[in-house]
């Protein structure tokens, strides 16, 4: 039994130095570093047939044809924060309670109307930009103006919906 450890032992240790005797004599660099250097890349040209080709709008200035918000979308409750000085989370976790952003308001010492008109002129502000900026047209504009108001006093009276309670978020669990 010790004989045949033995043996085989000298057998795995012949076909080692075999090996490597062998790959010597041929002088193949098998974990060598290959002495070619690696063929260069233009990202830019690669990634240019997966740009989306550039159009041109009605005012001929280029963009991209993905479609993006051509107004910054206003968000009621930073917004309101702005106006009531508070911060974000503050009248999100007043909503949690079932407080609407009039009564909120009117806990800071401001009345809905006066909320609606600060909400109101930043909502303006947003929209004048977008239009010096070009992004949408005078018409586009005074059409979201004209519903601002229905907008906005909706928005005041809504309160915040807890997802695990909201149906659609319902996945069967």
Known sequence: ???????????????????????????????????????????????????????????????NTIRRSRLTQMNIISEAAKVLNVLPINIMDEMKKGKTLVQIAKEKGMTKAQLLQKLKDVDSQIVDNAVKDGTITKEHGSAIKDGQKDRLTKSLTLKAVDVKEHQSMDMGN
């Open 1 to 63: 039994m010790k004989n045949k450890k033995v043996m085989l032992s000298a057998f795995i240790a012949l076909l080692l130095i075999t090996g490597t005797g062998v790959t010597a004599l041929q002088n193949n660099p098998a974990y060598a570093k290959s002495k070619t250097k690696a063929p260069s890349v233009d990202a830019k040209a690669i990634m240019a047939q997966y740009t989306p080709q550039k159009s041109r709008d009605k005012a001929g200035t280029a963009g």
